[in-house]
Nanobody, 124 residues
């Protein structure tokens, strides 16, 4: 059974930084892409960032490009999201997801294992 668990959310002031962590267990990690998505109150879930199986390719939503960095450590079955220069509009529940494919994707329907989410709140 696949388990995806996020951690690292919290409350931060605008301009600050947070680092989210995600660990996926239950099936082979090294050959699967990972992604981060978020859902703000009253809004649809949206793509944030994704990374391919090796970490050699990454993709970002335009809204976070240059501020967020996705990375992975296959020795720890983990993926990370470093978030810098946070803005109030980054406030959301952040979800980590695993795709049963080596290539990264921005499409949430292509991910089949999801975590419960971690709350990120950015105050102005």
């Amino acid at each position: 059974q696949v388990q995806v668990v996020e951690s690292g959310g919290g409350l931060v002031q605008a301009g600050g930084s947070l680092r989210l962590s995600c660990k996926a267990t239950g099936r082979t990690f090294v050959n699967k892409a990972m992604g981060w998505f978020r859902q703000a109150p009253g809004k649809e879930i949206e793509f944030v960032a994704s990374i391919n199986y090796s970490g050699g390719s990454t993709y970002y939503a335009d809204s976070v490009k240059g501020r967020f960095t996705i990375s992975r450590d296959n020795t720890k079955n983990s993926v990370y999201l470093q978030m810098n220069s946070l803005k109030p509009e980054d406030t959301a529940v952040y979800y980590c997801a695993q795709r049963p494919d080596m290539l990264a994707s921005a499409h949430k329907t292509e991910y089949d294992a999801w975590g419960q989410g971690t709350q990120v709140t950015v105050s102005s």
